[in-house]
């Protein structure tokens, strides 16, 4: 009896992750407010959109769909995890 351990790894993404996907790499190019076009493209507040991406990035399959995109959204999460961390600190110290 085997434990398939990897089949959350290997399942593609769907075609509204990659749609995700595709608009992070080229909303900066659209000539509408960012905040509006999550809510009209995919239909949900912008929270909602912030945590699907998050979950998005994680998979091992939106490395393969876009690899540049990903690993800078992965550095911008990363970056202000920090500043969230470092600023709660300093706030805690003064």
Do not use: K
């Not at 909303?27 to 929270?47: M, N, P, Q």
């Not at 990903?70 to 110290?93: F, K, M, N, P, S």
Request: charged letters at 35%; aromatic letters at 6%.
């Amino acid at each position: 009896m085997t434990i398939d351990t990897q089949s959350e790894s290997t399942e593609p993404l769907t075609e509204r992750e990659l749609a995700i996907i595709a608009f992070e790499a080229n909303w900066f190019t659209l000539d509408e407010d960012r905040h509006l076009a999550i809510r009209a493209r995919f239909t949900c507040s912008v929270e909602e959109y912030n945590l699907e991406l998050n979950r998005v990035i994680d998979h091992p399959a939106a490395l393969v769909a876009d690899p540049l995109v990903v690993r800078r959204l992965r550095r911008q999460r990363e970056r202000r995890r920090r500043q969230l961390i470092d600023g709660t600190a300093a706030g805690e110290q003064g």
